[in-house]
């Protein structure tokens, strides 16, 4: 089939190079061979990716040489308190392992920057996030800490890394933290991911939409990008509900004629990670066996001439509340930490 780039995503451990990844074996193989060195680790329930890219590996994955780090929590839901505890525990973790070097008191000013159009709920994270800091910086007054939501180039007309930067020339922070709604190209990360990296950001990139970046190189001063995936688009949506449905079918098919399905006196629940999709070659054809990749592939080609459409979750605004009281919370401590 024809290429599509139907993958956009912002989030480096879904690029194509990353996704090959099968054993530790291959890890190091592919490490060696491309520059790109993954790690993973468990934190409770959080489930950590840290992906350090050199220069080598920057040409085969396409993401800029530096690390990201991606927490997720595939079983988080919108009023998981016990979870959003959890995931702002880590993220205070690696805030202050990549800003390090960073310290909090005067005359060390940190510019936080809050990305994204209010008026657009998955696009809000930023902006809401700004709220929330200054609400809390209102009862505890920290002026080394300087909040900005520039809003997008299609409300002002001009770049926000414009805006970014002439601000960092005049405030001239030892850091600038950067905060933004993420897309993915995967259903299962939405809304239940924070991508952390200190390789700045490109706005927009992740639905087609590229504006100039806010990085290290054109501010001159280290930029700490934190996203949250908000949407998706609508054909991986359905290909994934598709491969699903085969999945779910394979399963029963190999569970049909074992005793333990017979004897199970509640709710089936079938094993659809590990399902034979063989099984389901007879009723649907070769291309119910096809990888998710070839699916998604075969149903972006089908929607080619339509309208792209890009889905977010319908509890997006209490997704973002949390996280925008997450990120708050994180940052607020980290001020606290250094004091």
């Not at 920057?113 to 902006?127: E, S």
């Not at 939409?209 to 609508?234: D, M």
Request: hydrophobic share 40%.
């Amino acid at each position: 089939m024809e290429q599509v780039n139907w993958g956009r995503t912002d989030l480096v451990d879904e690029t194509d190079e990353v996704l090959t990844y099968e054993s530790q074996q291959q890890k190091e193989r592919t490490a060696r061979q491309s520059g790109v060195l993954m790690e993973e680790l468990r934190e409770q329930r959080v489930e950590i990716t840290k992906v350090t890219v050199s220069k080598e590996g920057e040409q085969q994955i396409g993401k800029k040489q530096g690390t990201y780090i991606t927490l997720s929590i595939p079983t988080l839901y919108p009023s998981d308190t016990n979870g959003f505890t959890q995931l702002q525990q880590v993220l205070q973790k690696y805030i202050a392992m990549l800003l390090k070097d960073i310290h909090y008191q005067s005359p060390n000013k940190i510019l936080i920057v809050g990305l994204g159009n209010k008026t657009i709920t998955p696009d809000a994270i930023g902006p809401i996030a700004i709220d929330e800091l200054q609400s809390a910086f209102s009862e505890n007054p920290n002026e080394q800490f300087i909040m900005y939501a520039p809003g997008v180039t299609g409300q002002t007309g001009f770049e926000t890394s414009e805006f970014v930067k002439a601000l960092a020339e005049k405030i001239k922070p030892a850091a600038v933290i950067v905060i933004d709604a993420l897309a993915t190209r995967s259903s299962k990360r939405l809304c239940r991911t924070i991508q952390l990296t200190d390789t700045g950001i490109h706005p927009g990139s992740g639905v087609g939409n590229q504006r100039a970046e806010i990085s290290k190189e054109v501010l001159g001063i280290p930029v700490l990008a934190i996203g949250i995936p908000t949407v998706v688009e609508a054909t991986v949506l359905i290909a994934d509900a598709v491969d699903m449905v085969f999945r779910s079918i394979a399963a029963r098919i190999s569970e049909r004629e074992k005793p333990s399905g017979k004897l199970s006196v509640t709710g089936w629940r079938s094993d659809t990670q590990n399902a034979d999709l063989s099984l389901v070659k007879p009723i649907f054809g070769e291309w119910s066996t096809w990888s998710i990749d070839d699916k998604r592939q075969l149903f972006e080609e089908a929607f080619h001439a339509q309208e792209r459409f890009i889905v977010t979750p319908k509890e997006v605004d209490i997704w973002l509340m949390q996280y925008a009281l997450l990120i708050s919370n994180s940052l607020f401590h980290l001020t606290t930490a250094d004091s």
